[in-house]
């Protein structure tokens, strides 16, 4: 079975801050990961994943997240934070199936940033 | 945390039937529901954000004819795929949130729909 770990229900920065919001998954095969967003009063975004190419994949507005498998984490980061930045930040794992190409979205429990001026 | 069922996980129907797809909060009341899909190999789409007692507000491209949305409650929303076709055959996920737990978002565990 498939899960994520978010540490931390809240994480609080101050504008210009480096964001690291962390993610830890388990997987018995090689997983696609997620991280997606969601901004007061929408449904979810996605920033960026990771299907198995370059380890360090780049998203919008800035943020970027590193697959490390030795450390099974996939933690999301963004040099400096914005005000805008403040949102609820998801991450997630999936199983590609090579016969279907289905895969089963599993989510981690959400965290979520808060920046002060 | 709150709990958001969703039923059916799996479900095969032919072509040209109907599927009806539930979700459930179960320890809260959801003032909200959101319906996403995900196309194989591709990230989660948003479908619909519907509010309770309120016609669902679809996101462009989607027919809310062909996806119809009821939100008929506080605790259960349910999407209906109208005349099923094979292209319809996807992973459908809700997720949920209400007062109680501070507008925090749920997800239910999705439902794999295949259309024959």
């Known amino acids: 079975a498939q ?6 229900s809240h994480v609080s920065v101050s504008e210009g801050a480096l964001v690291l919001l962390r993610c830890n998954y ?16 929408q449904g979810l975004q996605l920033l960026l994943k990771y299907t198995s190419a370059a380890t360090l994949v780049k998203g919008i507005n800035g943020f970027e997240a590193e697959f490390k498998k030795s450390e099974t984490s996939f933690h999301l980061t963004k040099p400096s934070a914005h ?31 808060l920046v002060s001026p | 945390g709150a709990v958001v069922s969703q039923h059916p996980s799996w479900v095969i129907c032919k072509s040209g039937t109907s599927v009806k797809i539930e979700c459930r909060s179960l320890d809260f009341q959801a003032t909200t529901m959101f319906w996403y899909r995900q196309f194989p190999k591709q990230s989660l789409m948003l479908m619909a954000t519907s509010n309770e007692g309120s016609k ?20 259960l929303s349910t999407l209906t795929v109208t005349s099923a076709h094979p292209e319809d055959s996807s992973f459908y996920i809700c997720s949920a949130r209400g007062r109680e737990y501070n507008e925090k978002l749920f997800f239910g565990s999705g439902t794999q729909l295949s259309v024959l």
């Open chain 1, 3 to 8: 899960s994520v770990t978010q540490l931390g």
């Open chain 2, 56 to 75: 669902a507000t679809y996101e462009q491209g989607v027919e809310k004819d062909k996806f119809l949305i009821n939100h008929a409650s506080l605790t």
């Open chain 1, 26 to 41: 388990s997987s018995s095969v090689p997983p696609y990961l997620f991280w997606y967003v969601q901004y007061p009063n």
């Open chain 1, 83 to 113: 005000m805008s930045d403040a949102a609820e930040y998801f991450c997630a794992v999936s199983r590609p199936s090579l016969n279907t190409g289905f895969q089963k979205l599993v989510f981690g429990t959400g965290t979520r940033l």
